[in-house]
Nanobody, 117 residues
Framework: QAQVVESGGGEVQPGGSLRLSCVGS????????MKWFRQAPGKEREFVAQ????????AYSEAVEGRFTIARDNAKNTVYLQMNDLKPEDTAVYFC??????????WGQGTQVTVAS
C-alpha cells in the first residue's frame, strides 16, 4: 500500500528549530515531486515548500522563504523540512504530499508543530 508518513513535529519556543521528515513507501518515490503543506486551526491548508524530481529545484511560500529548507534523499525515500527561526504563526499541522499529475498523489496524516513561549 502506497503511503507517506510524517514525523518530527513537536513544541518549540519562538526562534527555535525543528526538522520534519516524510518517508514514502509503496510507490516510486524518485518519480514524484514532494511538497509540504500546513493547516492552522480555523484556516485552510496552505502550501509551504516543494522539491521537484530534480533535488535542486525547490520553491517556498513567502511566509517561510529564508527560514525553511526542503530537501529530498531518494536513496532513503525521504523528504525533509528544516524549519529555523520558528514563529508562533508557524503553528500548524504539517502535511507531506507526494504528487505526480493531477490525480496521482499521496497525503500523509500530518504532524503537529507548535511554537509557543
Amino acid at each position: 500500500q502506497a503511503q507517506v508518513v510524517e514525523s518530527g513535529g513537536g513544541e518549540v519556543q519562538p526562534g527555535g528549530s525543528l526538522r520534519l521528515s516524510c518517508v514514502g513507501s509503496g510507490f516510486a518515490f524518485n518519480r514524484y515531486a514532494m511538497k509540504w503543506f500546513r493547516q492552522a486551526p480555523g484556516k485552510e491548508r496552505e502550501f509551504v515548500a516543494q522539491v521537484s524530481l530534480n533535488p535542486n529545484s525547490r520553491a517556498y511560500s513567502e511566509a517561510v522563504e529564508g527560514r525553511f529548507t526542503i530537501a529530498r534523499d531518494n536513496a532513503k525515500n525521504t523528504v525533509y523540512l528544516q524549519m529555523n527561526d520558528l514563529k508562533p504563526e508557524d503553528t500548524a499541522v504539517y502535511f507531506c504530499h507526494a504528487v505526480r499529475g493531477v490525480n496521482d498523489g499521496y497525503w500523509g496524516q500530518g504532524t503537529q508543530v507548535t511554537v509557543a513561549s
